[in-house]
């Protein structure tokens, strides 16, 4: 019960704009692709929606070539746009018609949405009327309209104030909460890092790294140590020739894990020096980003 | 199918209450019956509204003018005093007067002048000299005690009598009307859709819909769902006819475009399917194109370059059509009937023109439909990637590249 990808490449003349991706995705689980523009999410994506066709390798659905016939699937495009000319309501319900549901439970779903996302007065207006904000919301409820087993949002935070940026992570959340299975895009880390359980990130159309988020972190070779700088510590650091960084009162540093930390604890110690307060934490997904698409 | 029909009613709805359809077709029903109603108006107070020509006859030649009068529709004749010339040469120029004719006695015979301000009437002179003529020639044969035998086949004219085998002269305003109404909505209608399309590129709606229905879907229903847009325009326009004529309007004996007269007796069943059957497949071969070419453009600021191969094309039928208004059977127009892209308005004048026989009517529609299946492959291609190809100019390199691409 999960989304396969086997292999699958693709290739625009001479850009190899994915290249061997591979990556299982259980049922209701959150998959976040990660990577700078034109790494190659969006064009996986696209295979993952049939609008491309890989040049090799396969996408799996329950084990079998994914068919956009029988599953359901809720696609919010990176680029943005509706019907200008035409009422919010005709065309939601021209969208859920698309997707199959009929005229009543769609005008149900439509007005359950718009009082979800607080914008019930736009119900008959032209989308030309909204502003952009409510526009994204409208095109999220084109969305989510149908009840999608498979959802799939490309940069779903961009353009965003932080309340409505927050009303999104909200829904998202209620939705992987609902078991959903949910492919999320962003070159933004911190936005989706508290979804996501796995996440792919992607250079060049080559994956870099993709596994589950808490296991890369703890694998990913550092911890970052923080400890409190009264002077002292900064010297001996310095004394013992060790890279770190100076904060306002705080120097960080990076060790290899707990063991060297408490090596260097005990060194501190035995040399006098007081520690005062420390911290150590994973990495966050933006430092790895950061390092592994540079 | 399902799909289809969602995909047919959403564009039908946006199309037959957006703003432009409801404007334009209010505009066109009323100034049909305007124009009907201000030429029937124009009739009407012509008819009351006599030239009127006042005659002075110097010569003894009689000449009748209440018997002339009833003759003439356009024309009240009114007698003179022989000394009034000037004082009625005055009333002309004033206008007070639409002409005055004068006959004199030239060597003995009588001779006219008509005498006018701008535009000659271009009933009386011919009436009155006629009858002039008439009693100055029964006058010299009284007076010259001619036997009335003789005078009768020495007065006998030499008969012109006309034989049209193919009159296309009474076609002539038909076809126009026709061939001017099939260019323009399939000029209309079709960049109605490159424009529809355009805007759904553009506007980004287009990342919405694709994956929800195969392009082409998209494309075969937004094609039927203008078309209809069209029949119902056209039907308005009819209905804008019919109530004309209902009124009183129209008067189908003196419908006329630009002096040419329109003889509806052409219109026949025959007539109009041709006309339907060949606006449907043109259509749809147009459209087709303006399809692809509005799936070619990411903007719609870029469509009008992009379009311009069709508009050539179209406009070339349109002229080689004007072309056969006067002369069906040039080689031009016949080569050009077996165009596809032409077909669709040339083949059509040449049957309302009567050129056009059982045989090349089953050959073009032949051509015309196997045509319809090829631009049909080679502009769904174009279509499907070209709705997700975003980028600058259009290429016609471009443009066969996604033709070839599977």
Redesign the interface.
Known sequence: MSLDLMKVNKSFGKTHAVADFTVNLPKGQVLGLLGRNGAGKTTTIKMILGLLIPDAGEILWEGAPLDREKISIGYLPEERGLYQKSKVSDQLRYFAELEGMDRQSANQAIDYWLEKLQIPEHKDKKASDLSKGNQQKIQLIATLIHDPELLILDEPFSGLDPVNANMLASIIEEQVKMKKTVILSSHRMEQIETFCEKVCLMKDGKTVIQGNLSEIKQNYGYRNLTLHNDGEVENKLQEWNMVFEKKLNEVRLKVRDESEAFELFSRLHSDRVPIRYFKMLEPTLNEIFLEKVK | M??FA??YK?HL??NLT?KAFKISTAIIFVAILAFFGYSNWANQNDSGNKDSIAIINTTESNVNIQSLNKGLEETKLESAKKNEEKKFREKVENGNVDGLILVRAQKGVPALTYIYKNFPNNEAAPVVSQALQQSYIADTIAQNKIDSKTAASLLSTVQVKDEVLKDTSNTFGIVYVFVFFMYLFIIAFGQMIATAVA??KS???????????KPILMMYAKIAAILTGAIVQIAIIAAAGLIAYAIGWLDTNELSIFGSGIDLSNLTPGVIAAFITYFVLGYLLYAMMYAAVGSMVSRTEDLGSSQFPIIMLIMGAFFIGMRSLFDPSTTLVVVSSYIPFFSPIVTFSRIVAGEAGTLEIVITIAILLISLLFINRLAGRIYVHGV?HYGGKVKFRDMIQLAKSK
């Open positions: 399902k799909k969602a995909i959403f709805k946006e957006s805007a759904e506007s980004r709606v287009m990342e919405i819909m694709i994956p929800k229905v997700m």
